[in-house]
Nanobody, 121 residues
């Protein structure tokens, strides 16, 4: 099986920074796109940032210029550096990855358990 484990959430003041990390482990042949999503109370889950295996990144307009997604293909990890945090960034952040468990196998989508990010003065 495959597991995604996130870390790095917490409580910060507006304008401060946090770095989230996510590690994929288990039976992994290849990892394709990796993404970060977030879900605020009473709202739908939304994609914040994504990165392809080749390093092509995409960001939601609300975080462009403040968040940076990166990955380490050798370690099967993805990180999200969040700067200039705002109260509107408060949410549970989820790691997502497209993973193949064996050669020529199907691409399946996996989710982490989520980590809380709270931005408040």
């Amino acid at each position: 099986q495959v597991q995604l484990v996130e870390s790095g959430g917490g409580l910060v003041q507006p304008g401060q920074s946090l770095r989230l990390s996510c590690a994929a482990s288990g039976r992994i042949f290849n990892v394709y796109a990796m993404s970060w999503y977030r879900q605020a109370p009473g709202k739908q889950r939304e994609e914040v940032a994504s990165i392809t295996r080749g390093g092509i990144t995409k960001y939601d307009d609300s975080v462009k210029g403040r968040f940076t997604i990166s990955r380490d293909n050798a370690q099967n990890t993805v990180s999200l550096q969040m700067n200039s945090l705002k109260p509107t960034d408060t949410a549970v952040y989820f790691c997502n990855a497209e993973i193949v468990m064996e050669y020529a196998g199907p691409v399946d989508e996996y989710w982490g358990q989520g980590t809380q990010v709270t931005v408040s003065s």
